[in-house]
């Protein structure tokens, strides 16, 4: 049987031949943990400490020699000595590592030695350390309950503990500390990698957590923080090299390097041998762990080890690499996200929510008081884009960003950020004294060199001067844009401040943007109809239906506030139908009243009649409420019948198609084309207001109605005049060979009984 298991050679002290006691083989399998580290703490030594605890100075002299010179699993016996309970408690509380007790029983009291074991069990809490009690009372024996309360190895009289015998008792207590000690440090290990695990998973960026790996590792082996963790480098030609994302120790210098060059051979081998191979390596004064990541970009840790590396180890230095790789790609998955949410994908220029967040920053530090934010929008670009292709306005975008990064940071020391929002729409932030128009317009004087050609656009700009906001980073933001609009509609290419005034302006149209959408689901907004006459006769033949609004506390507002609020927030859409339907039911009752022969006008938003269901609309109300198409007419303003002639004459064809009649409203204020006129399918010209005013107090006034009542009989239109207030007008009109009118001359807008009651009235002034 091996040596180190057997016996010692010849005994000399008056041992008993027949105790002759041969043990099998226990292979050198459990190597003293080296994971002091993760919690279970190694032996001080590499040997067993044995701590002898009794109050007869010859049992320690006999226990010593009788074990002399003994190996236990490749180790030899160390011997520490108490002669009292109170030595023995004082020295396993100081002396880390023992693992055998060889204790008396009865001592300075007859209960001495299981008042030790109560004291080893609970209150130092060492329950690794092997317990064998010793006495030279025969008679005396502690309870069952004892022994197996505290976990006590064995019991024997002293008499019976021959060296052989002895030698046997202390290899089990031996082995069984051993494999309590494996169990503990696995333990303790598998508890460090989850703490571990927990660790990477909250630290941000990659680089971080490579970091953190490797001060885990250190943890865990119970050693000095050293090595690097790599990552094999993608892309075309990189398959080869391997770049060092943290590095520690003496290799602290490699950090953020390609591990290239003869000085780092060693360390690259190990590396990429276990790159290659997939699995944890030792040897050749390395050890290599495998981090498995997705789409091939796997992860190697590199420290230096010279020993080899033991079995409890391989386990839980598996199971750590598990841990880390799934961390290290989870960190690498944050990454990715974070850049998505804060980065712009195009440009890598922080995002519209990282700028609220910088700005939000800004506002509540110091910076604030010399801050400015800008919004460059580029001019034109979505004619560059069209001409020349989205690839080529990708690039334009991405060296617009360039450029303004590079020059206006020019100065090291200036804290600037520049963002890409949307589109074409950079910010940027940073001090009033580089954020400032004219050095931004000046940037855009020079060409931008894209794809072999040379391309000059401008940029229009709206700022806000964060001293005077008092809002969010988000509200700076919308102000910002306020001023870009309100830049936009003075002057391309320029530049304008936000001022409290446009934001007050501004927060009024939203308030009554939201007023106006619950008035209309309240049923505030209504119809009233003002009557259209003939000028010759008097009679009535139509009448047009004019929107109004009444809020919940009787307060009239007036159409030129909400309309345009209405066509701003896409609303006019809903309420022009409802008003459409509302005016030819109304078209119907009249009819059933009597008056057969009459017209209902209804106006028409331009955003309501391009909207791409606006002649299926139009159909659907005719046919829900059973108006004669014949009796109806759509008034669009001269405007919209300017804009995109040739949509124009189709969209305009497919309405006539359904029997409608169509006026130009406000005509003589815009610059009608006569040619275009003549193409468009229209029935009727209505002379604007602001003519008929000054039709009796100027020559231009007169002359204007005069060229418009002259311009529909040759083109065989009939012309109405609208806002008739006094009979003066009504006989000029009638001069000029104006055919129809309607105005407060005839009447104001009425509701629907009152026009029923006026149409009454009339038809009896007729029978008269």
Not at 127 to 134: N, Q, S, Y
Request: hydrophobic residues 45%.
């Amino acid at each position: 049987m091996p040596s180190s298991m057997t016996p010692p050679g010849p005994m000399t002290n008056a041992v008993d031949d027949r105790d002759d006691l041969v043990f099998a083989d226990e292979a050198d399998h459990a190597s003293p943990s080296p994971l002091a580290a993760a919690g279970a703490p190694a032996c001080a030594s590499a040997s067993w400490r044995i701590l002898v605890v009794d109050d007869d100075a010859d049992v320690h002299s006999t226990t010593t020699f009788a074990l002399k010179g003994v190996e236990m699993q490749g180790r030899s016996l160390e011997f520490l000595h108490a002669y009292s309970s109170e030595e023995a408690r004082a020295i396993l509380a100081r002396e880390p590592g023992i693992a055998v007790v060889l204790l008396d029983v009865v001592m300075e009291r007859p209960d001495a030695g299981l008042q030790l074991v109560r004291s080893i069990r609970e209150e130092l809490g060492l329950i690794e350390v092997r317990l064998i009690l010793r006495t030279g009372q025969p008679g005396y024996a502690p309870e069952l309950e004892a022994i197996r309360g505290y976990d006590i190895n064995d019991y024997r009289t002293k008499s019976e503990l021959t060296r052989t015998k002895l030698y046997t008792a202390v290899a089990a207590a031996v082995r069984s500390y051993d494999q309590l000690r494996a169990l503990a440090a696995s333990r303790a290990g598998l508890e460090h990698i989850l703490s571990a695990g927990a660790q990477l998973m909250a630290l941000h960026g990659v680089a971080d957590a490579a970091r953190g790996v490797l001060r885990q590792l250190a943890i865990l082996l119970g050693r000095p923080e050293a090595g690097v963790l790599c990552v094999r480098a993608s892309g075309h030609g990189r398959r080869d090299s391997v770049h060092v994302i943290a590095a520690a120790g003496e290799h602290a210098r490699l950090a953020g390097a390609e591990l290239d060059g003869p000085e780092h051979a060693s360390v690259k081998q190990a590396v990429r041998r276990t790159l290659e191979q997939r699995r944890r390596l030792d040897g050749d004064g390395w050890l290599t762990l495998h981090f498995a990541g997705k789409a091939g970009r796997d992860f190697a840790a590199c420290i230096p080890f010279e020993r080899t590396v033991g079995e409890l180890e391989c386990r839980l230095l598996d199971v750590f690499a598990s841990v880390a790789a799934v961390s290290l790609e989870n960190v690498e998955l944050v990454t990715h996200l974070n850049q998505a949410a804060f980065r712009d994908q195009l440009t890598g220029l922080p995002n519209r929510t990282r700028l609220v967040e910088l700005i939000d920053a800004i506002l509540a530090s110091p910076r604030r008081n010399a801050a400015t934010l800008a919004i460059v929008d580029l001019d034109h670009f979505a004619e560059t884009n069209d001409a020349l292709g989205h690839h080529f306005g990708d690039l334009l975008l991405v060296a617009v960003g360039r450029r303004l990064e590079e020059r206006l940071k020019a100065c090291p020391d200036e804290q600037l950020e520049v963002a890409r929002i949307g589109g074409d729409i950079f910010c940027v932030l940073g001090d009033a004294a580089v954020v400032q128009p004219e050095r931004i317009a000046a940037l855009f004087r020079e060409p931008f060199h894209i794809d072999g050609q040379d391309v000059l656009v401008s940029s229009t700009l709206g700022l806000v001067r964060l001293p005077d906001h008092d809002g969010s980073g988000a509200d700076a933001l919308k102000d910002a844009d306020i001023a870009l609009k309100r830049a936009k509609s003075q002057q391309r290419a320029g530049h304008f401040y936000f001022s409290r005034s446009m934001g007050v302006e501004i927060r009024e149209r939203v308030r009554m943007m939201h007023a106006l959408r619950s008035g209309f689901q309240h049923g505030e907004l209504f119809l009233a109809y003002q009557p259209q006459v003939d000028l010759a006769t008097g009679r009535p033949f139509g009448a047009e239906a004019l929107l109004r609004w009444r809020t919940g506390d009787g307060r009239m507002i007036g159409p030129d506030r909400f309309i345009p609020i209405a066509e701003y927030s896409g609303l006019i859409v809903d309420i022009g139908e409802w008003v459409l339907r509302q005016a030819l039911a109304e078209l119907v009752r009249l009819r059933a009243g009597g008056h057969l022969d009459f017209t209902m006008s209804v106006n028409v938003s331009q955003v309501q009649f391009r909207h791409p269901h606006f002649v299926e609309m139009l159909r659907r109300a005719l046919e829900d409420t059973g108006a004669p198409a014949d009796y109806v007419e759509l008034e669009i303003t001269e405007s919209m019948a300017m804009e995109e002639p040739a949509l124009l004459v189709e969209k305009l064809a497919q309405v006539k198609r359904t029997g409608v009649s169509i006026a130009i409203d406000d005509f003589g204020t815009g610059f009608s084309s006569l040619s275009h006129l003549q193409r468009l399918q229209v029935d009727r010209l209505k002379i604007d207001r602001t003519f008929v005013t000054e039709i009796t107090g100027s020559a231009r006034g007169s002359s204007i109605a005069e060229m418009v009542i002259q311009l529909g009989r040759n083109l065989g239109l009939t012309v109405i005049a609208e806002g008739v207030e006094d009979e003066r007008q009504a006989h000029i009109l009638r001069t000029l060979g104006c055919p129809l009118a309607q105005g407060f001359l005839f009447s104001r807008p009425l509701s629907p009984e009152a026009l029923l009651e006026w149409l009454g009235n009339q038809s009896l002034i007729e029978a008269a």
